[in-house]
């Protein structure tokens, strides 16, 4: 499936720190968050645009934070195998552009 994000440009260093940070605690402070609840399409854009290289992972999230969309399954595979890699902090915002597509491919069904 495609996930379209239909913000226009990426979210800034700040608004990408502020809003991981505000989604990880939403979510922690409830039994069953909603898969619904996560971050807005800039941030997504940000997160992707952060971590966007030329690795075989790299280069789905460039690709979409370049086009804005990208195949659900090669993005969440592209997330995951970034965390990896990532310090805390990236780890925590791969996690959320994680929940972002969950929360996209939702949406759709």
Known sequence: MIVSCRATAPATDVQVAVS????????????????????????????????????????VLGQFYRTGSADSVALLDAARLEQGYASPEGHAALHCLIGWVRSRTRRSE
Not at 30 to 38: G, M, N, Y
């Open 20 to 59: 991981v940070a505000d989604v990880l605690d939403r979510r922690g402070a409830l039994k069953h968050p909603p898969v619904t609840l996560a971050v807005p399409d800039g941030v997504a854009l940000a997160i992707a645009g952060l971590f966007r290289s030329e690795t075989p992972s790299g280069r």
